[in-house]
């Protein structure tokens, strides 16, 4: 679950959470596998418009991570881009500096001084949290000033480090850069925002997720090769299952945890590509892919909502 957090919350794989993994990610380098190049993808895009006027949406599912053999991506999406006015992506990762990013973390994801992780988490979940630290090459006094959830996060983030992907390669961080001096790119969230997602949960479902983090922490790797895969393939499905599948769970926490990161932030979404078609602004919008799907997704939200979809 806290993996598919870091895929759809792009803000994470910047900055300070990064500087430690790139550390990791040298050290491993010899003995990584090298990415392999597959056939060239063919991921969902699907063109939205108003019944009533022709300048279209385009929805394009991203994955913040990527590898080579993500690319070169198909015409139909480049030239979707290219038909476009504008670029609106969840987080302009490329306006948030490290200083900002180490800042914010501090003051949103640090206990105060002589608050110690330890003391506000059960032993027993404190000794895995240790061990599995240990193991990451994250030293404990790295994580013991941490709340529970940016302790979970850095060790999802160091875990994926040992993986073939890179937030470098993600499609996002493609567009964000295609862009640069060529089109505006607008926002629709802020660092805050996505960072509130995990700082505003309380201190009970905090330790509920770092719990089931430390539970699934060694099935990230098959879990992203499975996305990747289902990303490349178009596999609308198999991507439903592994992303939406992960909240299906009879608990109080991963339905709120839905609620919160998926649901809220879709309807906002789609509020969003409502204004742009009623302003007659031609939008290549890339979110990540889960937004896009399932019944609470940006595709079957706005399809209900009375607007014509065509999935390209």
């Known amino acids: 679950m806290a993996s598919l ?24 380098s010899d003995v990584l596998p090298q990415a392999v190049v ?17 300048e279209p949406v385009y929805l394009f599912g991203a994955l913040h991570f990527g590898d080579d053999s993500f ?18 992506v969840e987080l302009d990762v490329s306006q948030v500096g490290p200083d900002r990013m ?4 501090a003051r949103m994801g640090r206990y105060p001084s ?24 994250l030293q404990t006094e790295s994580i013991v000033h941490l709340r529970p959830w940016l302790a979970a996060l850095q060790l ?21 850069n295609l862009a640069r001096g060529d089109k505006p790119v607008e926002p629709l969230e802020t660092l805050e925002q996505q960072l509130s997602l995990f700082a505003g949960m309380t201190e009970v479902e905090q330790s509920a997720f770092l719990e089931h983090t ?11 090769r499975r996305m990747a895969r289902a990303w490349r393939e178009g596999d609308r499905s198999d991507l439903e299952s592994v992303i939406l599948g992960a909240f299906d769970r009879e608990d109080h926490f991963s339905r709120t945890l839905y609620q919160r990161v998926f649901k809220t932030r879709n309807e906002a ?20 892919i889960g937004h896009l799907i399932g019944p609470d997704g940006l595709v079957d939200n706005l399809r209900q909502a009375g607007y014509r979809i065509e999935q390209l």
């Open 269 to 288: 979404m789609a509020s969003a590509v409502e204004s742009y078609l009623s302003a007659q602004q031609r939008v290549f919008l890339v979110v990540g």
């Open 102 to 105: 180490h800042a914010t973390l």
């Open 156 to 176: 999802v983030n160091l875990q994926v480090a040992r993986s073939d992907y890179r937030a470098g390669q993600g499609v996002d961080r493609y567009f964000l």
């Open 71 to 88: 690319f070169p991506l198909p015409d139909k999406v480049l030239d979707a881009y290219r038909d476009s006015d504008l670029l609106a």
């Open 38 to 54: 597959e056939a060239p993808s063919r991921p969902l895009l699907w063109r939205v418009q108003h019944p009533d006027r022709p």
């Open 114 to 137: 002589g608050v110690q992780l330890s003391e506000r988490i059960a032993p027993a979940l404190w000794e895995q949290l240790s061990q599995a630290s240990r193991r990451l090459g």
């Open 214 to 224: 430390l539970e699934d922490l060694e099935a990230t790797g098959p879990q992203l």
């Open 5 to 28: 957090l870091l895929l759809f919350v792009a803000t994470l794989w910047s900055g300070a959470l990064q500087a430690e993994s790139a550390r990791i990610q040298d050290a491993l």
